[in-house]
Structure formats: C-alpha cells, structure tokens
C-alpha cells in the first residue's frame, strides 16, 4: 500500500531568465529548494520528488496559437515547466499520489491563448497546458483553477473565457492599482460561460483574515457547486507582506491556510519575488499544508500575530463584494453576458493587447460561432505590431471539446477557404474535440501539423 503522499518537482531554469538582475530569476526557487532539504522536508514519507516530463510541441500547441510557430515561442525550459505540471497531473489522475506542486519557472498566468511574444514574464501557460492535456488525454471534463497570485491571472482567463467547463477564479490586487490592470468584477466570461470567471480584485494591504474570509464565503461554495474532477492553484506567492512587487500583507501562515481550505490536486507556482523573506516560508508552508503535515511553525522572523489588521470600513466593503459575485454565480444560467454584440450568429468582442515585455501591440476581433448544439467555435483575427514597422496579421480558429460536427465542418472550411486569402501571414486550426492541429505559412505555401 501507498503512503499518502505529495509530489513535488523543482525546476528553477537556470538557462532561461529575462536579463541578469530581473526579479524573475533562477534564485527564486534556489532558496526555496535549499531550505526544504535543510528541513528534511524532502525525506518525508509523505513527500515524493519527481523528474519533469517535457511537454510536447502538440501540447502547447492544442492549447496556445504560438506566432508563428511554438517552436518560435519555447525554449526548453517553458516546455520542462509545463511539462512538470503534466508529470504531476498524470500522477494524481493514476491516484499514484494525492496532490502535488511543481516549483517551476518560467511562469505562465498572463500568456494567452495568441502568442506573439512574453507578457508579464510569460510565454506559455503552464496550467492550461496541463488542463487541455488531461481533458485530451484523460478524458477529464470539468476544472477549477484558483489563481493566487497577486496579479490578475489574464492570460488563463483568456484561455478559457468561454468554456463553461473550466471555472476560473482570481483574486488579486485591483487592477488600478497592478500589473495587468484588469480583473474587475465585472470581467464574468463569454455568453456559454457566464460567471465561469469570477474576478476578486483586493485593495493593496488585503490580510490574511480578508483572504480566508473570500475562501470560504466565495470560493469554497462556488467550488462546492461547481463539482470539479480536478482542482488547480495558480501559486502566486506575490501576495507576501514583502513582496517587492505586490503591495498585500498575506503571510506563510495565510498562504498554508487557504491552500488547506482549498485542497487543489495540483499547485503551479507563479509569481513571487521576495527570494529569501517570502518564498521559502511561503513554499514550505504550501508543501506542509499539501501534504497534511503541521505548519504552525512556519513563520517569517519578522511577523508577529496581529501584526496586520484590517479596518471595519475595509472589511464591510469586502463583504459587499463577495454578496455582490455570489450574485452572478447564483444567477449564471439564467443571465446573457453583455459585454459585446451578436453580428450574423457569431458573438463578437475586440480586445487591445499589450505585451509589457516584449513591447507588442495586438489587436484581436474575437467571434464566437452561437450554436444550439455546443458551446460554438472560435474565430481569432489577430494583427499584431512590433514598432519599426514590422507587422502581421494571423487567423486562429480554435473548436472546443465536445463540438458539434456542423461547427466543427464549418471552422474547417474557414480554414480551408483562408488559405487561399492574401489577407493573413498564417493560419491555424486547433480542433480540441479531435485534437487535430493544422498551421499554414501563406508566404510560403507550406502546411505543417504540430
Ligand atoms: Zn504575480
Ligand atoms: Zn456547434
């Protein structure tokens, strides 16, 4: 018989990093890493360490429509990182472990389902990848990723902004006040997927007492209803009270609380950048709750119980905010969302991207095929512009699982029918439903299948 155990996997990138003294670096998980030998953490029988998978160039592209090709977009570390995540989710699926949490950079929350480059560090979204894999592969149908980083997780909500099976949950700094600036109340989801994205954007100083308070007001009770096969934690730990980026007050202790309250299969780092006041408290912490051990004595040298409080004023007002989403959930079946219009049976919304990193612009006309018999495909016009005159403009069009076979004819048409269209640089089909992958180069006439 098995121990109860917790798989981890360490993958700290030491070939990959944005320039040398970029607060996204390899040291990040280096003292995490060293303070859970330290600990003996590791030896544990209720810790199991595992060697990362690389994710395959088709598993990317079943979940991303990399510019202009994923080859282009990767390096081996981004497939290592998101490979971790795959190794574990394929653990926990076989019931070979309980949970897991793969300690991997580089991060992933704010890429995009269109790749034209890096977005707040992140070229590749490792927990989508992970999630569109094991729905493939596993026939796994409905998921929850909670994301707990300090920044809102735009990129997965991008991804999976009009499945009605995948719930996505997010809290965060306010966006008024952060990077990426979005992730408000109102941001509820595409027209199938009403309120499957809920968005809790906090003001900065938010304690740990207001977190536990949104978990299990909010979150725990969405998730209750929802009734997910698999539980993800985006692990942000930018929420830390000396984070240098963030500006919250959540400790370790706050950290290995929710995580116990919300008992994910898998957990994926993101972000976190106080490498040695945060990370390896904050991680350890997360490993202990994980694995069901007791973490009561894992505290910053600097905290003291109390040492952060929130006003009456402050927590009315959250109050008020989780009343106010528990309404849209409750109402999610019944309400259209209204945020764009319906054009000749497609719902259509334009969205400005900006690639904060690479210094992209890119402008996308997204069109929702409206069907009675699934969730409808997706139709991606995207012109990007990188400065100094280079330019393009590409078509995505994405089928979901589960389609039907009039959308999934019709989106091959359009695939066949764009080719013979001087208007894009490339062209791609990315059926989910048979996970059958097409690009196309209209320069140069050549089709591959990744
Ligand atoms: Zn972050
Ligand atoms: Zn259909």
Redesign the pocket.
């Known amino acids: 018989m098995r121990c109860k155990q917790t798989g981890l996997i360490f993958f700290p990138a030491f070939d990959w990093a944005i320039s040398p003294t970029h607060p996204e670096r390899e040291e990040r998980l280096l003292y995490t890493r060293d303070q859970i030998f330290e600990e003996g953490i590791i030896d544990l029988p209720q810790i199991a360490e595992f060697t990362p998978q690389l994710a395959s160039i088709h598993d990317i592209a079943r979940t991303h429509f990399c510019v202009p090709q994923v080859e282009s977009q990767t390096t081996e570390a981004h497939l290592i990182a998101a490979g971790a995540a795959i190794t574990l989710a394929d653990q926990i699926v076989a019931g070979l472990i309980d949970n897991g949490f793969a300690l991997v950079r580089p991060p992933g929350h704010h890429a995009m389902r269109v790749v034209h480059g890096n977005r707040g560090f992140c070229n590749i979204n490792n927990e989508a990848v992970m999630v569109e894999y094991l729905r493939s592969r596993h026939g796994i149908k409905k998921v929850a990723i909670i994301d707990t980083d300090v920044h809102h997780g735009d990129g997965t909500q991008d991804i999976f902004w009009h499945d009605p099976d995948v719930l996505f949950i997010s809290f965060h700094q306010d966006g008024r006040t952060l990077y990426p600036g979005t992730g408000f109340i109102y941001e509820l989801g595409g027209p199938c997927a009403y309120a499957r994205t809920i968005n809790i954007p906090l003001p900065p100083g938010t304690t740990d007492d207001s977190l536990l308070y949104i978990v299990d007001n909010l979150i725990l009770p969405v998730l209750e209803e929802f009734r997910p096969d698999f539980v993800v934690n985006s692990a942000g730990q930018d929420n830390h009270y000396t984070d240098p980026l963030g500006s919250m007050r959540i400790t370790a202790q706050g950290y290995a609380r929710l995580t116990e309250k919300l008992r994910p299969d898998l957990a994926v780092l993101e972000g976190g950048y106080a490498i040695e006041t945060a990370l390896p408290y904050v991680n350890m912490a997360i490993i202990l709750a994980l694995a069901g051990l007791d973490y009561s004595n894992v505290r910053e040298p600097d905290f003291w119980p109390g040492r952060f409080k929130e006003t009456s004023q402050r927590t009315e007002q959250l109050k008020r905010l989780v009343d106010g989403l528990l309404k849209h959930w409750k109402n999610r079946d019944t309400t259209l969302t209204g945020r764009g219009k319906t054009v000749n049976g497609y719902y259509e919304r334009e969205k400005l991207i900006f690639y904060d990193t690479d210094y992209i612009e890119e402008h996308q006309t997204e069109k929702l095929?409206i069907?009675?018999?699934?969730?409808?495909?997706l139709s991606i016009e995207s012109e990007v512009s990188h400065g100094f005159g280079q330019a393009g403009k590409v078509l995505c069009l994405s089928v979901p699982f589960g389609?039907?076979?009039?959308?999934?004819n019709?989106a091959a048409d359009l695939y066949t029918g764009a080719k013979k269209s001087v208007g894009y640089n490339y062209i791609y089909l990315q059926d989910k439903s048979s996970d059958y992958l097409l690009g196309y180069d209209t320069k140069a006439g050549k089709e591959w299948r990744p």
Not at 371 to 377: E, L
Not at 403 to 408: E, Q, T
């Open positions: 095929r069907c009675s018999n699934c969730t409808g495909y389609a039907c076979s009039k959308c999934r019709e």
